[in-house]
Each structure stands twice: as C-alpha cells, then as structure tokens.
C-alpha cells in the first residue's frame, strides 16, 4: 500500500477534523502530495496539494482560510486539518502522490500516480 488515508468520521457543522495519509514505497520519492475529494453524484475535485521540497502550498478556492495541509519533516505523513466544516465539505476525501506533476497540471487528478483508499467525512447541519 502507497498511500493509507485516515481520520474520516461524522461531525456537526462548525467542527474540524484531521485527516492523515501515510505515505510509504514509491509515492515517497513523489513531487507533490494532494488532497482530492468526491461528494455523491460530483466529479472529484482537487482541495489542497503540497510540494514535498518547497512545502509551498495550494487550495482550493472553496477551503481556503478553513483548510490547512501539512507534511512531516520525514515525508512520511500529509495532514489535512479541516476547521469550520459545512455540508458541503461531505464527501470522500483521498489523499494523492505525483512524481511527474507540475504546478499547472496538479489541480486535475489525472495528473497523480497513487491514490489513497479514501476516507469518508460526514457534515451534519
């Protein structure tokens, strides 16, 4: 397993959630991590990435100031820590790895190798 996804639950509006994806084998040596996520008859959709050397940072215009990715200094865990939640954060949110993704191709998924399982968030209003 490249990628283990974690920390998915249900929680009320307003309240934060943690998710963690464990990164191991060959998406270690990736470029970019990614968290993408897909609501129930939605497309998936890009929500935050980070570059594993530069740790800049990218998000979706939707989670910005609620939203904050992370990495561990061994490259071996990317968070999401999610605050201010809302009904429409609900969906299965997976955790990506590219090795050859560059700034302008890392919003579109086609653009990752590895791919997390997936963990579901539940928001209630």
């Known amino acids: 397993v490249q990628l283990q996804a974690s920390g998915g639950g249900l929680v009320q509006a307003g309240d934060s959630l943690r998710l963690s994806c464990a990164v191991s084998?060959?998406?270690?040596?990736?470029?970019?991590m990614a968290w993408f996520r897909q609501a129930p008859g939605k497309e998936r959709e890009f929500v935050a990435s980070?570059?594993?050397?530069?740790?800049?940072?990218y998000y979706a215009d939707s989670v910005k100031g609620r939203f904050t990715i992370s990495r561990d200094n061994a490259k071996t865990t990317v968070y999401l820590q999610m605050n201010s939640l809302n009904a429409e954060d609900t969906a299965v949110y997976y955790c990506?790895?590219?090795?050859?993704?560059?700034?302008?191709?890392?919003?579109?998924?086609?653009?990752?190798?590895?791919w997390g399982q997936g963990t579901q968030v539940t928001v209630s209003s």
């Open positions: 990506a790895a590219g090795s050859r993704t560059i700034l302008t191709s890392q919003y579109t998924d086609r653009n990752y190798d590895y």
């Open positions: 980070v570059w594993w050397n530069s740790r800049a940072t």
């Open positions: 084998g060959r998406a270690a040596g990736s470029r970019v």
